[in-house]
């Protein structure tokens, strides 16, 4: 069979690569798993139920929960009766809930917990059609997602019917991006767009077969995530539903041969391994940051000589090989989108065996418009590899990126002035810049995020951003100074690590307010600064910064749920902090 809507990857699946565990979920001690027809009967049985609730074609189901099998149910369950997904992130505020669900038109939601299914009920209260929750949860006396599912033989007529009628071309799912500003848009996807963007996946995935198990932690709600659930399904790999801190467990007990991520946990690993490398003692901590050098220069396409390969090798048996151990020992590679990875990242894993392929995309994009490959050759570090399968790239005059393509979203729900800005014959306006470089995509910053001096100098945010959080000392950054004399920067410490260097170098500091004041972590982070302030220009170089006492959160509004900086409001919330960095030069 063919797959030309997103519900016809588990009949692809069953043809194929019938799986006895298709779909796991640790619950307790144990996982739980659906096996390839017990997850068609599951999506049956909750359509069946939806169309007795009186759901219609074209109706808006909302879906609130971290990843879970029954995510999968009822996202299936919901498109295969002609209704359009309308998936939210499970950290975002009442406020946002009210609007997404309204201007949406949502009819019902579907709620993982009892927290969020009391968030719902506040932010639907007053909203005219809405109608019920049901939660994946047993919660006492709230309704269950199992309370909905009917037999299937009973409506079998009329979703057999429903299927028949969606087209490809026909909406999937409205995705409600984030954003850095403002209220979230929209996004309308239809079963082609994203149907097309996992086949370039799989074009990419050409090793991946139906031995291989993969762990499926980033939101569900992320067109990222999304399209690589639909990937796993269709190429018969094992999902593994875990949460972001129970990660290293899950790791250990399936021992996958991939995963996606974001670049911040990635970073995050990589501190907690440079810190145990911190805490070795004689020749093993020699041993630990011989082989850390060893990988900060490595190069996939470089050849640096038998001398260096021999050494290598040496680092890999002694060092590298407890990294591959502690991400289960399967581990063939990693996948890494939504935002941009260090290269210093880069080179460390690919050296030691554990290849990073970058991803770069938008949810306007379904998402992936460029790619990296595990073939030699195709990999460039700092690049986001080369383009996907029928996905077209132009770089305009100003340097935005350009795309065009059969991924290329329908438009914002209810925007078509905000559609038109961005989309204009068939050509959509990433809002990022960036270059090809022989075939392979380059991002350089956000358009909007690139600033300029008083003395007419363009600053790019990000790219200083990522080299400063290179420190195993910051836990966040943000560079500052449109308009002023030179950047400065707000430091968001990372407080662990500070307290590490505290007590190796007899240093008092009990509380983050000791931390704060005390002078030598003062200078320590003067050193840190002019260090990484050395790979910039003169007139890039931070002058001043601010370390901050709290962590920067998606609950605290200065991050997006894929943990992006919502630069408008952190520049907001920090106003006095900034004023106070060019008070003197006014």
């Not at 609730?53 to 879906?63: F, Q, Y």
């Not at 941009?340 to 998402?367: C, D, K, M, N």
């Not at 078509?416 to 989309?423: I, R, S």
């Not at 959509?428 to 008083?454: A, H, N, P, V, Y």
Request: hydrophobic fraction near 35%; charged fraction near 30%.
């Amino acid at each position: 069979m063919q797959i030309t809507r997103l519900f016809d990857v588990p009949y692809y699946q069953l043809e194929h690569y019938p799986k006895e565990k298709c779909l796991n979920i640790k619950t307790g001690e144990t996982w739980k798993s659906y096996s390839t027809e017990e997850v068609i009967d599951e999506v049956n049985r909750l359509s069946a139920g939806l169309i007795k609730k009186g759901i219609k074609t074209g109706d808006k189901v909302a879906l609130v929960s971290l990843n879970r099998p029954e995510w999968i149910f009822a996202d299936l369950a919901i498109q295969q009766i002609g209704a359009i997904n309308v998936p939210l992130y499970p950290n975002i505020t009442i406020k946002d809930y009210n609007y997404t669900l309204e201007h949406s038109e949502s009819v019902m939601a579907f709620a993982g917990s009892k927290e969020l299914y009391e968030k719902l009920q506040e932010a639907s209260k007053d909203i005219s059609g809405f109608k019920d929750i049901y939660t994946f949860d047993k919660v006492e006396n709230l309704a269950h997602w199992t309370e909905l599912q009917s037999d299937y033989e009973s409506e079998k007529e009329e979703i057999e019917k429903r299927k028949a009628a969606v087209k490809h071309e026909d909406l999937a799912t409205i995705i409600y991006t984030s954003g850095t500003t403002g209220f979230p848009k929209g996004v309308m996807l239809t079963h082609k767009n994203i149907v097309s963007n996992s086949e370039g996946v799989v074009e990419r995935f050409a090793g991946v077969n139906e031995t291989y198990k993969t762990l499926s932690f980033l939101p569900l709600c992320h067109i990222f995530e999304r399209t690589a659930s639909y990937t796993h399904m269709r190429m018969g790999v094992e999902v593994y539903f875990t949460a972001i801190d129970t990660i290293g467990d899950a790791m250990k007990e399936v021992h996958p041969h991939y995963f996606a991520t974001v670049p911040r946990l990635l970073e995050k690993v990589y501190d907690k391994i440079v810190k145990k490398g911190y805490e070795l003692k004689g020749v093993k901590k020699r041993l630990f940051f011989w082989a850390l050098r060893l990988g900060e220069i490595y190069d996939p396409n470089e050849n640096k000589g038998w001398w260096y390969t021999k050494q290598l090798g040496l680092a890999n048996k002694l060092i590298f090989s407890k990294w591959r151990e502690a991400l289960g020992g399967n581990i063939e590679f990693i996948v890494s989108g939504a935002a941009a990875l260090q290269p210093r990242l880069a080179r460390v894993f690919w050296a030691a065996q554990i290849p990073i392929l970058e991803a770069y995309g938008l949810t306007e994009t379904s998402p992936g418009i460029s790619f990296s490959k595990l073939d030699p050759g195709g990999y460039r570090l700092g690049c986001v590899g080369p383009l996907m399968k029928d996905v077209e790239v132009r770089i305009a005059e100003d340097g935005e990126i350009e795309a065009a393509g059969p991924g290329i979203m329908q438009g914002y729900y209810k925007k078509p002035d905000e559609t038109a800005a961005v989309l204009q014959d068939g050509w959509f306006k990433t809002g990022d810049i960036g270059e090809l470089q022989d075939g392979f995509l380059k991002i350089t910053d956000r358009k909007k995020e690139i600033f300029k001096t008083s003395g007419g100098k363009y600053i790019i945010p990000q790219q200083m951003e990522n080299k400063f959080k290179e420190s195993m000392y910051i836990e966040n950054i943000m560079v500052v100074g449109e308009g002023q004399k030179h950047p400065s920067a707000l430091i968001v410490p990372d407080f662990e690590s500070v307290a590490e260097w505290c007590k190796l170098h007899h240093t008092e500091c009990k509380t983050r307010e000791d931390i704060l004041k005390s002078a030598a972590v003062k200078e320590k982070f003067d050193r840190e600064v002019e260090h990484y302030n050395e790979n910039f220009s003169q007139y890039e170089r931070v002058k001043k910064y601010a370390l901050l006492p709290e962590e920067w959160s998606v609950e605290g509004g200065e991050l997006t749920a894929k943990m992006s900086l919502k630069r408008r409001e952190i520049l907001a919330k920090y106003a006095s902090i900034i004023k106070d960095f060019y008070k003197e030069e006014e």
